[in-house]
């Protein structure tokens, strides 16, 4: 596992994990933490859900893929010494922050859910770590009673950073944080900037349960049909109002495609263009679909968990990007987008637009620069970028401010 981790990261030009890094990852046995599992789905590249809310049908609880628990732990910096709260228990993870902050750190692993506590408790015992403390409690307020903290580690999916993480985390501390950007998760490594405001050093890409309790979100998401196992839904986090009623009517209307000359090879990573159209375009939204819908050719988005959308004017169509193989270029994919409803075409096109963008100006380029500024803050004292208000705070995405320090060092 350990071995195919850092190949992964060398191949994708990843920063190397350090030598504690990979000895944790080395040490802890994960099948301790995942009893009655395959060692080959224990160690594969995947999560293993561990509760599920069966009513909803979603994960409440899970172990991460190897590949983002050795990015966290790398993000976070931890050192001997450090005391360090994680929120979200299962136990492995807090097991490889106690081997990094060794015996004179100290680790306080938190969950909503007694039962995960106790679980995650049991596991930490017999793989002989019976000094990382374990507890309930709400993420949403962090863990007052143990704090300061050095470092702070959220594995369940957060819409806002709560003013409780900010008052828990020692000055000069760190935080590492998957945070849901308009629908997008992201994994945000963030620190204290001396004006006051969070700067996001480094963004991952990740996926996780959501946060439980009073962090709690949930974004609208109606669906466009009635058909089981071959549904079509809008997620609308963030989003624009929508009329759903004509959206479901414009599912149903002829479809109109529009290609954009953005042209991708297979499996070449364009996560970076997902958040672009987030931030660029306030009409967006996300389309699922079940797999039926894709393969009998009812939708053909990019992916079926959430593929960038966009509503036209008034909120009745939408177009969603899709994906072909090129008919002239040898092992090249192109981007286009689908439109549904009135404004179709135009809709489309206006997708199509903004991928174009994504690819003259902005491919291959670091990411925006991501801020986390006061709620009461006003518009005239933010910096420039997209602004997206959460309850407690206002994240800021400057595209611009990476682009042009690039240009003036190609000058």
């Known amino acids: ?169 020692a000055p000069g501390g760190r935080m590492v944080v998957p945070m849901r950007i308009r629908g997008l998760t992201r994994c945000l490594t963030l620190e204290r900037a001396a004006e006051g405001h969070w700067s996001c050093v480094a963004v991952d890409m990740c996926g996780f349960v959501r946060m439980q309790g009073a962090g709690e979100h949930w974004e609208p998401m109606p669906y466009l049909n009635d058909e089981p196992d071959r549904r079509v839904g809008l997620r609308l986090e963030d989003g624009p109002s929508a009329d759903v009623a004509a959206l479901r009517r414009a599912l149903a209307r002829e479809p109109d495609t529009v290609w954009s000359g953005v042209l991708v090879q297979a499996e070449e990573p364009t996560d970076d263009q997902d958040l672009w159209i987030a931030t660029a375009a306030d009409e967006w939204a996300l389309l699922t679909a079940d797999r039926e819908a894709i393969r009998s050719g009812l939708v053909t988005p990019t992916w079926a968990l959430g593929t960038p959308t966009l509503l036209n004017a008034d909120g009745t169509g939408f177009a969603y990007r899709t994906l072909r193989r090129h008919p002239t270029r040898e092992g090249r994919w192109e981007f286009g987008a689908i439109g549904h409803g009135p404004q179709a075409r135009a809709t489309a096109e206006r997708l199509c637009d903004l991928m174009a963008a994504w690819d003259r100006d902005l491919r291959g380029r670091p990411g925006p620069e991501i801020t986390l500024h006061p709620v009461s803050k006003p518009d005239h004292r933010l910096p420039a970028g997209r602004v997206i208000d959460k309850r407690s705070t206002r994240m800021v995405l400057n595209w611009t401010a990476t682009t042009e320090e690039e240009k003036k060092e190609e000058l």
């Open 1 to 169: 596992m350990v071995d195919r981790t850092v190949a992964k990261r060398a191949m994708l030009d990843m920063p190397p994990l350090s030598a504690p890094e990979e000895q944790a990852l080395r040490t802890v046995p994960r099948e301790l933490f995942l009893p009655g599992l395959e060692l080959t789905d224990v160690y594969a590249e995947q999560a293993v859900v561990t509760k599920r809310d069966q009513e909803r049908g979603v994960a409440l609880s899970s172990v991460s893929a190897p590949a983002i628990i050795a990015t966290m732990l790398h993000r976070a910096d931890i050192r001997p010494g450090h005391r360090i709260l994680e929120i979200g228990s299962g136990g492995y993870n807090a097991a490889l922050i106690r081997e990094l902050t060794g015996a004179g750190g100290d680790v306080t692993s938190i969950d909503i859910d007694p039962e995960v506590v106790d679980r995650a408790g049991r596991f930490l015992d017999h793989a002989g770590y019976r000094d990382v403390h374990v507890a309930a409690a709400d993420g949403e307020h962090g863990f007052a009673r143990r704090a300061p903290y050095d470092r702070i580690l959220v594995t369940a999916g957060a819409w806002d950073v709560p003013p409780a993480w900010r008052d828990q985390l």
